[in-house]
């Protein structure tokens, strides 16, 4: 991925040439770090410890009474935690009715 400046008749903005393509870069989902993360939102998170990323929830754990990034809950409100994400990004919108 390059990263050039091109003008397309409004001010400059950054452009990514990915594939032969170009994409704006400001349309381009980005890391973020975990301090920055919005609860109340479903969100891709990254543990650098791990490598592993997980689509995870805000939630409050039933047994500890404490809130944390949750990748699925049981049936009894026990939670399964992501235990130290270090960045996140939004999800990409569903794909629309006819593109499935």
Known sequence: MKNETYTDGSPSRTWYE???KFKRADLVPQWHPMETAPEGKDILVYCEE???MFVVFWAMQVTTEKY???IARAHDGTCFICANPTHWMLLP???KENNL
């Open 18 to 20: 990915e594939q032969g």
């Open 50 to 52: 791990t490598g592993e």
């Open 68 to 70: 944390n990034w949750v």
């Open 93 to 95: 919108k569903p794909p």
